[in-house]
């Protein structure tokens, strides 16, 4: 099966022409955001070099997929694997924000995997509840259908803005293959990732590294996008809309701030978005720290509340709120949930962890930006951590919410315990980047279980 596969690859790479430019575009690509050591560079060229000559001899086989697999993602050929259905990472790293929009890279499966029942959600009745939180594997109608296809139910249009915000300069979203273990719930991480470093697809202990800056197209472009997405999703499936606030004149007012937060969720609910999701999580808003990104806003219960409160005054009844945490310590979680939940329909979380992010050289691997966020394995346990304690302070009484858990999810057994704690959802971000079949897995091991 999978040797067959690769000689359809091999097929289409000569057909397109594209074998003998393949080792100058596979470092074209390596090379593109900073330079490896030559030593390391000479390496890996070599070896795409010696690929090169296998395919055009026509010895390639199942044996050659992973270096195939590496070398055709960083020379932007991806989607030849994918046309063959073999896995890729579904977003290309070295594409724009833009460009990645308008086309997922990653393989879509023929027919979309579904359990057969319903779980509840947010009101809603749904197909297995796993899915893709906010992020840029979810900011549009392109993507939203590729997700869809491939298995995911619950997705959350990735966060859009009340005004248009370009992204930070690329590199955007690099692996950081030496983050194999989780950090521990509460710590920061120290996170050496270099742009060319790559982790292979379906990989359970991937973890990622990024610094997008919350882009947002205009609120023209994303509601008519999320028109579009919405009139794309069934009924066993959930699109919920991430909107975050800002405060336009840079007078440090919580109402201002507020208002623009009500302002933007109310545009998504006008789009016709059945459930609004607050991004009080990301490094945001109010304050400088000097560092190039802002502490989030879920760290300042007063203001969380304030803004959450306001969101709620301004939306219909019958529109879905949920309120997207980070990770926070026990007693700032157990000050803010028993505010909040009176307020919103479900709390997800967690967000990525603000770590210090180097290069191998020592340099930035965000050039301007020393602090980014990780995901993926390396916020496994504090994820699980928040999410034990979520559901207790769910459990201690009060309003129910519902629970959408995320941070780590990088295989089935990763969601399956997230689950078992009581998460309503479960919704990946990595893992669904790293792992195109990640749903299909998912609802294969637990959709008769959970
Ligand atoms: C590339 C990338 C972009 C993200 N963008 C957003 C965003 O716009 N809004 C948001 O609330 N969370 C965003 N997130 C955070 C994810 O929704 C999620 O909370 C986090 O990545 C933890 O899940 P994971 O371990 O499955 O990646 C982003 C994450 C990644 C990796």
Redesign the pocket.
């Known amino acids: 099966m999978t040797a067959a596969a690769v000689e359809r690859v091999r097929a289409d790479l000569l057909a397109r022409g594209l074998v003998e430019g393949l080792p100058a575009e596979f470092a074209a690509g390596v090379t593109r955001f900073a330079q490896p050591t030559q030593a390391e560079l000479d390496g890996l060229v070599g070896d795409a070099g010696e690929l090169a000559g296998r395919l055009a001899a026509g010895t390639v086989g199942a044996g050659d997929l992973p270096l195939l697999t590496r070398v055709l993602f960083f020379a932007r050929h991806a989607d030849v694997l994918a046309a063959a259905g073999l896995p890729v990472p579904v977003y290309d790293v070295l594409g724009s924000f833009r460009e990645n929009l308008g086309r997922p890279v990653g393989p879509r499966l023929a027919a979309r995997p579904a359990a057969g029942r319903r779980w509840r959600l947010l009101g809603r009745s749904v197909g297995f509840p796993i899915g893709v939180?906010?992020?840029?594997l979810n900011g549009s109608e392109a993507e939203v259908r590729y997700n869809l296809a491939n298995g995911w139910t619950v997705l959350t249009y990735?966060?859009v803005r009340g005004r248009a915000h370009p992204p930070n300069e690329q590199p955007n979203?690099v692996f950081a293959p030496r983050e194999t273990a989780s950090l521990p719930p509460g710590a920061a991480g120290d996170v050496v990732a270099d742009p060319w470093d790559w982790v292979p697809p379906g990989v359970p202990s991937v973890s990622?590294v990024?610094s997008?800056g919350?882009p947002s197209p205009a609120p023209e472009e994303w509601m008519a996008d999320l028109e579009r997405s919405l009139a794309a999703v069934g009924d066993d499936a959930l699109l919920l809309v991430?909107v975050m606030g800002e405060d336009p004149a840079g007078t440090g007012e919580l109402a201002a701030l507020a208002e623009d937060f009500a302002r933007t969720a109310r545009l998504a609910e006008e789009a016709g978005a059945p459930v609004v999701e607050l991004?009080l999580?990301?490094p945001n808003t109010l304050d400088r720290s000097g560092t190039g990104v802002k502490p989030p806003l879920c760290l300042d219960a007063d203001a969380t509340v304030a803004v959450v409160g306001a969101v709620r005054r301004a939306l219909d009844d019958r529109t879905g709120l949920v309120a997207?945490l980070s990770w926070l310590d026990e007693p700032s979680l157990a000050a803010l949930v028993p505010r909040l939940a009176p307020l919103v329909d479900g709390v997800a979380g967690?967000?990525?962890v603000q770590s210090r992010v180097r290069r191998s050289d020592g340099a930035a691997t965000f050039p301007g930006r020393e602090l980014a966020?990780l995901?993926?394995a390396a916020?496994r346990e504090p994820a699980l951590d928040f999410t034990r304690r979520l559901v207790a302070l769910r459990e201690a009484g009060g309003p129910r919410f519902d629970v959408l858990a995320?941070?780590?999810?990088t295989d089935p057994a990763s969601a399956a315990a997230l689950f078992a704690l009581g998460a309503d959802a479960v919704q990946?971000?990595?893992?669904a980047f790293a792992d195109p079949f990640l749903a299909q897995k998912c609802i294969a091991e637990l959709g008769g279980t959970v």
């Open positions: 939180p906010a992020c840029v990735k966060t979203w990622t990024n997008f919350v991430s991004n999580s990301c997207k967690i967000n990525t966020g995901s993926g916020v995320m941070g780590g999810v990946s971000a990595s893992g």
